[in-house]
T-cell receptor, first 112, second 114 residues
Framework: EDKVVQSPLSLVVHEGDTVTLNCSYE??????LLWYKQEKKAPTFLFML????IEKKSGRLSSILDKKELFSILNITATQTGDSAIYLC????????????FGTGTRLKVLA | EAQVTQNPRYLITVTGKKLTVTCSQN?????MSWYRQDPGLGLRQIYY???????DKGDVPEGYKVSRKEKRNFPLILESPSPNQTSLYFC?????????????FGNGTRLTVT
């Protein structure tokens, strides 16, 4: 069964902490792995990863993919209250169909 | 501005009354898709479309219909809504049908069926 599993389910940290969010997957014909941030509305795109070992970075956020071990991590350094959100991991794959499958997300709360 | 537009944002209806949620994108994207988001279940795909006149079922297609007559529009139709279709719905699109580009989401439609 194709699936994407995120951990932890939720996380509470203080401003300035560094967090690591995990995403593991099992799909056939992997195309890409994507990270999204969802606040009270639509998910907004953060990163797309297609190759192992190449870090994508945007400000305090970074992500890397391991296609051998079938997982990705999203790091957030020097967290701020504005980072509080649900972080979603999705995998695009083809298995007779062309689909994106999502994990249930990690809920991050950053306390001032 | 490049965007995916869904309407309406909020909808309350009664069981059995047909409804349509519209979705339009202005980015000339090939791939469009509908998701529903429920607590504890995450985003689940309802239907997707690789291009005009090409649609296929996602993971939870029962009770829904779609059509793709034009590249920019991908409406979601509930012929006879039921309370278990109460959910938050998102339309999304991506540039190519080969899934090497990210999904861009609309702002969502919160549907309540009583």
């Amino acid at each position: 069964e194709d699936k994407v599993v995120q951990s932890p389910l939720s996380l509470v940290v203080h401003e300035g902490d560094t967090v690591t969010l995990n995403c593991s997957y099992e799909v056939t014909n992997f195309r890409s792995l994507l990270w999204y941030k969802q606040e009270k509305k639509a998910p907004t795109f953060l990163f797309m990863l297609t190759s192992s070992g190449i870090e994508k970075k945007s400000g305090r956020l970074s992500s890397i993919l391991d296609k051998k071990e079938l997982f990705s991590i999203l790091n957030i350094t020097a967290t701020q209250t504005g980072d509080s959100a649900i972080y979603l991991c999705a995998v695009a794959y083809t298995s007779g169909t062309y689909k994106y499958i999502f994990g249930t997300g990690t809920r991050l709360k950053v306390l001032a | 501005e490049a965007q995916v537009t869904q309407n309406p944002r909020y909808l309350i209806t009664v069981t059995g009354k047909k409804l349509t949620v519209t979705c339009s994108q202005n980015m000339n994207h090939e791939y469009m898709s509908w998701y529903r988001q429920d607590p504890g279940l995450g985003l689940r795909q309802i239907y997707y479309s690789m291009n005009v006149e090409v649609t296929d079922k996602g993971d939870v297609p029962e009770g829904y219909k779609v059509s793709r007559k034009e590249k920019r529009n991908f409406p979601l139709i509930l012929e006879s809504p039921s309370p278990n279709q109460t959910s938050l719905y998102f339309c999304a699109s991506s540039l190519d049908g080969r899934l090497y580009s990210p999904l861009h989401f609309g702002n969502g439609t919160r549907l309540t069926v009583t």
